[in-house]
Structures are given as structure tokens and as C-alpha cells.
């Protein structure tokens, strides 16, 4: 029976352990900021009693997606290193939108 799970320990053993490094902690650092984004828009999508998407989301968004970035480029991984720098392009977006809505409301509630 343990010759039937051998190669399944060999691989999480290479995955797990051998493979651990402070990269390896970025990515999970990484990996649990942008996360959260999800984590901040269901509680305030909660809090209000409808569908919102704070602004804490695009923040979460941009910070964990920078870090999978660093990540995925130190790791050589195209896929997502392209699909990180698109991210990147659009939560920069919506916060420049973001921006300029609220200095639009301010100068126009002057």
C-alpha cells in the first residue's frame, strides 16, 4: 500500500519542502493579499445589503496582483506573467475612474 503512495509523497515533498524558499513565501503572502480583496467585498456586499465593490477591493487587488507579479517573473512563468500585468493595467484603471469621480463630486459639490 505505501508503494502505492510513494510518488504522490515524492511530489509533495518536491513541491512542499524541497522547493520552500522566500519565494515561495511571497507567493503565499501574495496569494492571501489578493485574496482578501474577495474577502473585503463579500463583507461589504454583506454590510449593505446588496452587491458593492469597495474601494479596499482594487487596493487588495493591485497590492496581491503586484507581488503574483514579482512572483510569476521570478518563477518564468508566462501565463501569468501576462495574465498579472493585464490585472495590474485594469485595477489601475478603475482607481484612476475612482479618482476622478471623487474629485469631480467635490468640485462639483463646492
Known sequence: MTDLFAPLADWLHTVFVQQFDGWIILGFVAQAFFMMRFVVQWVASERA??????IAFWFFSLGGGTLLLIYAIQRQDPVFILG???GLVIY???????ANERKALRVNGD
Open 84 to 86: 498579472q500585468g493585464l
Open 92 to 98: 489601475m484603471r478603475n482607481l484612476w475612474l475612482i
Open 49 to 54: 445589503k446588496r452587491s458593492v465593490m469597495p
